[in-house]
């Protein structure tokens, strides 16, 4: 008989406490603690020694398996984030904002594989059949052999997968909605998602099945769910993406079989996400580049370069304490450069307003974007717009100095294909990378300083 093993789970983080309380000691949330039966079936000794796996020589596995290690989607930039397709017998955790189009990217994935004979399940906890069919009639997705279901138990959604032939794909939308008969507790808590997720994985490994799990996410933007879920899947995909902008963005924070900086971006169109395979030319799509306070940063995600604008407006202030606003960059960065920019450039921005946008709702988390977020300041400060045929990149230190980047061939090399004509670049960047371009090295930001006074104010 199993022992009782009656527990308080906090919904927000996972942890347990013996007895309830208002507030859980590890996450800080109030009112999240629910009682649950933690108590699972015991299991036999003669069935427990008949689950363990026995080991195995590495030597002995090499060369004996010809099947291919990874399945494509179809759809150029879902493969480049996953690494090049989906792994067999692997657990892949997508999650996003609602409506941020994550059901829609996976049904025509789904789709996609459908039609080159793969078997492919998608199970729906949140919309019957026929919803799902509409969205696929809307996607012109309708006549594709994607097997439909609509299933909250896991132990049914298991049956239904074994009987039948092998499924290559199982989309799960979504994790949060399942329950399974082992664990006494509502769907949606932190032991029927953990219990769910685990009994899904071991299908991915047992049958080679690529499993895709749909999770939902909190007003801090994280998967909801216990942590562990995301520590027990092979991948963690976030789909990203503002309401205001058409396009959004697939990136990779876990990857086990691929790169973790990798992104992909798609546009949301009437028939459904469509792939951009030159986001460079969509980021600066619509730039003003005789405005001041604008530069053009050319940056690295993962392989791929992409060139982004960044805006900046330096306002004087009416308040005691300056406002600092920051989207799509790290607002303890920004922080930096006006300090670096305040004590060794003789910039006064203490008592300014600074505001700091990456266009297109794109996030940039590496350095490389300091120089032109500098350059991007002081053209706001200085009411001079900066070269319209020009791109930065280059790190700032503390002690004023540009550092260099990686990638430096790369990212020269997509601003002469979109016709830059000049670079903004640390001295020590490799200045036969690209010929075509006019190469201009700095190795103070006080450089760069001199350097747009010396072009003089530009604003029309």
Same mark, same amino acid.
């Given at each position: 008989?199993?022992?009782?093993?009656?527990?308080?789970?906090?919904?927000?983080?996972?942890?347990?406490?013996?007895?309830?309380?208002?507030?859980?000691?590890?996450?800080?949330?109030?009112?999240?603690?629910?009682?649950?039966?933690?108590?699972?079936?015991?299991?036999?000794?003669?069935?427990?020694?008949?689950?363990?796996?026995?080991?195995?020589?590495?030597?002995?596995?090499?060369?004996?398996?010809?099947?291919?290690?990874?399945?494509?989607?179809?759809?150029?930039?879902?493969?480049?984030?996953?690494?090049?397709?989906?792994?067999?017998?692997?657990?892949?955790?997508?999650?996003?904002?609602?409506?941020?189009?994550?059901?829609?990217?996976?049904?025509?994935?789904?789709?996609?594989?459908?039609?080159?004979?793969?078997?492919?399940?998608?199970?729906?906890?949140?919309?019957?059949? %026929?919803?799902?069919?509409?969205?696929?009639?809307?996607?012109?997705?309708?006549?594709?052999?994607?097997?439909?279901?609509?299933?909250?138990?896991?132990?049914?959604?298991?049956?239904?997968?074994?009987?039948?032939?092998?499924?290559?794909?199982?989309?799960?939308?979504?994790?949060?909605?399942?329950?399974?008969?082992?664990?006494?507790?509502?769907?949606?808590?932190?032991?029927?998602?953990?219990?769910?997720?685990?009994?899904?994985?071991?299908?991915?490994?047992?049958?080679?099945?690529?499993?895709?799990?749909?999770?939902?996410?909190?007003?801090?933007?994280?998967?909801?769910?216990?942590?562990?879920?995301?520590?027990?899947? %092979?991948?963690?995909?976030?789909?990203?993406?503002?309401?205001?902008?058409?396009?959004?963005?697939?990136?990779?924070?876990?990857?086990?079989?691929?790169?973790?900086?990798?992104?992909?971006?798609?546009?949301?169109?009437?028939?459904?996400?469509?792939?951009?395979?030159?986001?460079?030319?969509?980021?600066?799509?619509?730039?003003?580049?005789?405005?001041?306070?604008?530069?053009?940063?050319?940056?690295?995600?993962?392989?791929?370069?992409?060139?982004?604008?960044?805006?900046?407006?330096?306002?004087?202030?009416?308040?005691?304490?300056?406002?600092?606003?920051?989207?799509?960059?790290?607002?303890?960065?920004?922080?930096?450069?006006?300090?670096?920019?305040?004590?060794?450039?003789?910039?006064?921005?203490?008592?300014?307003?600074?505001?700091?946008?990456?266009?297109?709702?794109?996030?940039?988390?590496?350095?490389?974007?300091?120089?032109?977020?500098?350059?991007?300041?002081?053209?706001?400060?200085?009411?001079?717009?900066?070269?319209?045929?020009?791109?930065?990149?280059?790190?700032?230190?503390?002690?004023?100095?540009?550092?260099?980047?990686?990638?430096?061939?790369?990212?020269?090399?997509?601003?002469?294909?979109?016709?830059?004509?000049?670079?903004?670049?640390?001295?020590?960047?490799?200045?036969?990378?690209?010929?075509?371009?006019?190469?201009?090295?700095?190795?103070?930001?006080?450089?760069?300083?001199?350097?747009?006074?010396?072009?003089?104010?530009?604003?029309?």
């Amino acid at each position: 008989m199993a022992r009782n093993t009656i527990r308080f789970v906090c919904q927000n983080c996972g942890a347990q406490y013996p007895r309830w309380s208002g507030r859980c000691d590890q996450c800080g949330e109030w009112n999240t603690l629910v009682e649950e039966d933690t108590a699972a079936a015991p299991v036999s000794g003669a069935a427990r020694k008949a689950r363990s796996g026995r080991p195995v020589q590495l030597s002995d596995l090499a060369g004996g398996d010809d099947q291919p290690p990874r399945v494509a989607t179809g759809i150029a930039e879902l493969d480049r984030v996953t690494g090049g397709g989906l792994v067999r017998g692997s657990a892949l955790l997508v999650g996003g904002d609602p409506g941020i189009g994550k059901s829609t990217l996976l049904l025509q994935a789904a789709a996609q594989l459908a039609r080159t004979g793969k078997r492919v399940v998608y199970v729906s906890g949140e919309e019957a059949i %026929d919803q799902v069919r509409l969205r696929a009639q809307r996607l012109d997705l309708a006549d594709t052999p994607v097997a439909l279901a609509a299933e909250t138990n896991v132990e049914n959604i298991l049956a239904t997968l074994e009987d039948g032939p092998a499924s290559d794909l199982v989309v799960i939308d979504s994790i949060q909605t399942l329950w399974t008969d082992a664990i006494e507790s509502a769907p949606g808590t932190v032991s029927q998602v953990r219990a769910s997720a685990q009994t899904l994985i071991r299908h991915a490994k047992r049958t080679g099945a690529s499993v895709v799990l749909v999770g939902h996410v909190t007003k801090d933007g994280q998967i909801a769910g216990p942590r562990v879920v995301e520590h027990m899947v %092979d991948a963690v995909l976030y789909f990203e993406g503002d309401g205001a902008h058409q396009f959004r963005v697939l990136r990779a924070v876990k990857n086990r079989f691929g790169p973790t900086d990798e992104i992909g971006v798609f546009e949301m169109t009437g028939a459904g996400l469509a792939e951009v395979p030159n986001p460079s030319a969509l980021f600066l799509g619509d730039r003003d580049a005789r405005a001041p306070g604008t530069a053009v940063f050319a940056g690295m995600e993962g392989t791929r370069p992409i060139l982004v604008e960044i805006q900046a407006l330096v306002a004087p202030t009416t308040l005691a304490t300056p406002r600092r606003a920051v989207v799509g960059w790290d607002s303890s960065r920004l922080a930096m450069v006006l300090a670096v920019l305040d004590a060794h450039c003789g910039l006064k921005l203490g008592a300014q307003d600074v505001y700091l946008n990456v266009a297109g709702g794109l996030k940039i988390v590496e350095p490389a974007a300091d120089l032109a977020v500098a350059a991007a300041l002081v053209s706001s400060m200085a009411r001079a717009a900066l070269p319209a045929d020009a791109v930065y990149f280059g790190e700032v230190s503390l002690s004023g100095a540009v550092r260099p980047v990686g990638h430096d061939t790369a990212r020269l090399k997509e601003a002469e294909k979109l016709g830059f004509a000049r670079a903004v670049v640390p001295v020590q960047s490799k200045r036969d990378a690209a010929p075509a371009l006019s190469l201009s090295s700095v190795d103070t930001l006080a450089g760069l300083v001199a350097m747009i006074a010396v072009d003089g104010p530009r604003e029309t």
